[in-house]
């Protein structure tokens, strides 16, 4: 009975050592958003980004600040040479403590603390912007890698499905209804299948690799990594307007022109406000026992100053912040003319590749099979020559791949047009 145990113990290791690498390969595959949420949290890139905008952000404490008050303190009088041969240094000393503050006038710290959120509004969407940018190289890799998959699958499926032909072939050679060089054509072609295999495992690798690099995850083995998704065509289109809707409403590059617009706005009047004259007021107590009051040794006084903007008025940075406001509303018209381009372009590329494909699911992938089917059975029976066999298994695979090919650049399309519009609208994985 002891025997028995150990058996079942050692079996039931080597089975799971077996079964551990595709365990882990299971436990491991991520959909889009989970590829998604790990490369928002990892990618170094936008963590550099994000501190960025957090400068700017403490930016704004400092624009929000009141001058330092000025401390001065005065001591004059001091006794340097004897007089009549009494040595008195001290006794005529002054000394004069002196407050003076500068008071800005005319709302220059509002607008300043203004100007300063309004840079950092900019920033986050400049932020936004950039990881738009990177999403769509994220999205773009994961589509092609599960292209790779797919594409090995369909090598896989060929193989199996051609050993089964060199099988019968085989059988037919022994039985005498097939030349021995017919058969071995047939086994050399198996070559093709099995480089195809080989080429399609070295392509899913390097996608995975490539992945992997843009969640910042060099530890993870890639026999461990994988993705899953579907693969196929997603939701319909929506009319055109609305992705120009969406993408006016949504795109932070566009947004960010916007805010440099109220911005420049806000830096104009914060120049006017510069060009004001702003008031220094001044405290000060002196004590003075040589002075000829003898009541009024201990004295305070106070003061004023007030430049005299005769010449400097700001005049220079008032001209360039309103020259600045037309250039930030010429750069906001070009980013929404950028914006539509974007939008057409990504458009068109989604409807072409529709156009595509959907013949290819209404007729050519049926085709395809019936047509392999069908002479591959003629074969067997002598109804059809073994250079038409090997025709039909050759555009069966042309067919299949070219399916294949046309679903990876349309979902590489349907990220351009998340890319385009500013938010997923085509998220089917």
């Not at 201990?298 to 400097?312: A, C, E």
Request: proline residues 3%.
């Amino acid at each position: 009975m002891r025997r028995f145990i150990s058996f079942l113990t050692v079996q039931s290791a080597a089975a799971f050592c077996v079964m551990a690498p595709a365990l882990l390969a299971a436990q491991n595959a991520l959909t889009w958003d989970q590829v998604k949420a790990k490369f928002e949290a990892a990618n170094p890139v936008l963590k550099a980004d994000a501190a960025n905008v957090e400068e700017m952000k403490a930016e704004e404490i400092t624009a929000y600040l009141r001058p330092n008050p000025q401390f001065t303190l005065s001591v004059d009088g001091t006794q340097i040479a004897p007089k009549n041969g009494i040595w008195t240094p001290f006794k005529g000393t002054t000394e004069q403590p002196n407050f003076s503050y500068l008071h800005e006038r005319e709302r220059k710290r509002e607008l300043r603390l203004e100007s300063a959120k309004q840079g950092t509004q900019i920033s986050q969407s400049q932020h936004v912007d950039l990881e738009r940018n990177l999403i769509f190289g994220l999205r773009s890799a994961f589509v092609q890698t599960l292209q790779a998959k797919a594409v090995l699958t369909l090598a896989k499926a060929d193989l199996e499905y051609y050993d089964k032909i060199i099988e019968i072939s085989r059988q037919r050679f022994k039985a005498g209804d097939l030349a021995k060089i017919d058969l071995a054509r047939i086994e050399l072609q198996r070559v093709q299948y099995e480089s195809e295999i080989e080429v399609a495992i070295v392509n899913l690798r390097q996608q995975k690799i490539q992945l992997l690099l843009l969640l910042d995850d060099d530890r993870m083995p890639v026999d461990q990594f994988d993705v899953t998704g579907i693969f196929d065509l997603g939701p319909a289109l929506q009319p055109l307007d609305d992705y120009h809707q969406i993408a006016l409403d949504n795109r932070p590059d566009l947004r960010a022109a916007i805010q440099t617009i109220e911005q420049s706005q806000t830096n104009h009047k914060l120049a006017v406000s510069n060009g004001s004259t702003d008031p220094t007021f001044g405290a000060w107590y002196t004590n003075n026992a040589s002075t000829n009051n003898p009541n009024g040794s201990q004295t305070l006084g106070l003061s004023v100053s007030i430049p005299l903007r005769i010449f400097d008025r700001n005049q220079g940075e008032k001209k360039r912040t309103l020259i600045d406001i037309d250039k930030s509303q010429h750069a906001e018209d070009a980013a929404k003319a950028q914006v539509f381009s974007d939008v057409d372009n990504a458009y068109e590329l989604v409807r072409s590749n529709i156009a595509l494909i959907k013949p290819y699911k209404a007729q050519y992938l049926d085709q395809s099979i019936y047509v392999r089917d069908t002479v591959t059975f003629a074969y067997q029976h002598g109804g059809a020559s073994l250079m038409d066999f090997l025709n039909a298994q050759s555009d069966y695979r042309v067919v299949q791949l070219a399916y294949l090919q046309l679903i990876g650049a349309y979902m590489t399309a349907e990220g351009q047009m998340n890319l385009a519009v500013g938010q997923e609208v085509f998220n089917d994985n």
